[in-house]
């Protein structure tokens, strides 16, 4: 493609990865081709604090941040440090270590409510469990979730007609409108003895679309299924947690969940998520068998415990909201300086940037690979993540190579 982003290392491993890689939607959103071909560089090689380096060597402020799990900055010392320390022992060995009490300790009491955990390697993983742990306590199928909430791989809960998967394995997943808090009562009356779960985040985030938060009735409606049907509310704080409060975005939503679960930015980039329960769900968890090979390894615990020390140290989350809010201050500043009109939806750590009048996306697309070939890295499709890294100079550099890259965008498609 000749005004692709990616240079001549870049264009060669595309070419190698579409003859072995199978390519189209299987990697879905990690695939840099997410967001069009050509428009972000598809191959990164290095990465430290707020940047990222790609296959050709070109540097870029990154507001991608690996999609979430890059919560402290790329590289972070302390966490190097911890992971690298247990990476010098066998990272998989017989039985428990002390590191995964430690770490289970550690979450059970910084979540205040939670009485165990379960740990495991993704985000994926930690919400499907939840919902059968939600499922055996309750001895009941079904699962409510909100519109097109992404909720990880598990085709079960695949917001969309997942391929592949016979239609019955979807019969117990229930889709409700986000924000209607009249939907979720007439649904909580009419399903009251069958419901096991009700499966939420604290903000609406889905792909090309504005980020909407929690309208009062709606949370109060969440609160008030888990009270009614005695369904177990379960928060999915994969993607939020740790960007909307430093112990849950729970606390930020005003509700207490039965269950929590939390990766991403857990291990700051390491494979660690957790489920995290209340006492009357855990022997729901007791009975059900989740386990695998590589969920023991330890390495990737310790860089959990790091990633938690150093963000309250650090004040991280602070660091990334006034960050946040300095980029999106300025790329509204600058949208209005080039006529655009754009809208940055989302907390200031989590801002989803979509121009407005856009219906194909195409001006989106079209800035975002102008962003980037000035090396800034905005996402035109997704919401994108700030870490406690990105501080004033790199938040003004950045600006300096949005205005140009607005300017550079035309104001209407022809
Ligand atoms: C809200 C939410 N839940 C679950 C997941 C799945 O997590 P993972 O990709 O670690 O399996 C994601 C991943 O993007 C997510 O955003």
Redesign the pocket.
Known sequence: MADAVDGPEGLALWARAERVLPGGGVYL?RSGRFAGEGVLPGFVCDAMGCRVVDADGRKYIDFICA??PNLLGYGHPAVQEAFLKQAQKPASMNFFSPGMVELAERLVERHSGQDWAVLAK????V?TLACRVARKATGRSLIVAFNQ?????DAELSPWPPPGVPSTRLDDIVRLPWNDAPALEEFCRDHSGEIAGVLF?ALDQNSFQPTRFAEPAFVRAIIDAGQKTGAALIL?D???GFRMDPRGSHRALGVDPDLL?L??GLGNGYSV?ALLGREALRAGARGIMFTSSLHFEQPPMQAAMATLDAYDREGAFDAMNRAGLRLREGLLAAASATGHVIQSSGPPSMPTVLFEDDPDHSRGIRFSREAARRGVLIHPGLNGFLCAAHDDESIDEALVAVEAALAATPLRQD
């Open positions: 959103s999609n979430g993704t985000g994926s993983e919400v909430a992404y909720h990880g791989s985040n999915d994969v993607r939020q679960c990766g991403k998520s």
